[in-house]
């Protein structure tokens, strides 16, 4: 069966230091991926996706970059958070028909 | 391009009554429909999706949804909530001719709160 993970489920990280947030899908290959964003109180904000091995799309100019190492990998960093990077965030791949399966998520806390 | 519209952003309802959550879209092309719940710090679960055929949809949870193509809405109704279906749900369209690129477009969501 196909599955999507996606870790660390929390984070506590200082502002200036890096970030780095994983997430992988099992039982399918060349998965269309996706990295969004729940800021406290907003809708679901599209950071990246991704068609295919070292393919990135960028939705929002921001402090955050994407990379796509491995067919069913997708990696979420940034150098140096920001406060304002703190949110919810998920990754999602176009495996449900027509829609998209999501990963449980990442509470990131930039203080 | 697309857009969605969820008209109310909170809708607090008491237990065992009916509730509506409201969904309006925009597209210059024929779209894919969907429903998402998002349960507390966790990912969102698909409840029901609209592809094709008839315009009532059944989902999970007893949760339906119907689209109107004239009104160009996809609103989510239950007869009767328990409080476990306290949650936020979005409301998402795709275009249908984008195939394998397919990308969906989010409402802002609409958290609902089900009160003993």
């Known amino acids: 069966s196909q599955t999507i993970h996606q870790w660390p489920a929390t984070l506590v990280q200082p502002v200036g230091s890096p970030l780095s947030l994983e997430c992988t899908v099992e039982?399918?290959?060349?998965?269309?991926l996706y990295w969004y964003r729940q800021a406290a109180g907003r809708g679901l904000q599209l950071l990246f996706y991704?068609?295919?091995?070292?393919?990135i799309s960028s939705e929002v100019p921001q402090n955050l970059s994407a990379s796509r190492p491995q067919d069913r990998q997708f990696i979420l960093s940034s150098k140096k958070l920001l406060l304002s990077d703190s949110g919810f965030y998920l990754c999602?791949?176009?495996?449900?028909?027509?829609?998209?399966?999501f990963g449980s998520g990442t509470r990131l806390t930039v203080v | 391009a697309q857009s969605v519209t969820q008209l109310d952003s909170q809708v607090p309802v008491f237990e065992e009554a009916p509730v509506e959550l409201r969904c309006n879209y925009s597209?210059?092309?024929?779209?894919?429909l969907f429903w998402y719940v998002q349960y507390p710090n966790q990912g969102l679960q698909l409840l029901l999706k609209?592809?094709?055929?008839?315009?009532l949809v059944k989902g999970i949870n007893g949760f339906e949804a119907e689209f109107n193509k004239s009104q160009t809405s996809f609103h989510l109704r239950k007869p009767s909530v328990h409080i476990s279906d306290t949650a936020e749900y979005f409301c998402?369209?795709?275009?249908?001719?984008?195939?394998?690129?397919?990308?969906?477009?989010f409402g802002s969501g609409t958290q609902l709160t089900v009160l003993p």
């Open positions: 999602a791949w176009a495996g449900d028909p027509y829609g998209y399966t």
């Open positions: 039982g399918t290959s060349n998965p269309n």
């Open positions: 991704s068609v295919g091995i070292g393919q």
């Open positions: 597209s210059s092309v024929s779209v894919y």
């Open positions: 609209y592809l094709s055929g008839s315009t």
């Open positions: 998402a369209v795709s275009d249908r001719s984008s195939g394998s690129a397919r990308q969906l477009t």
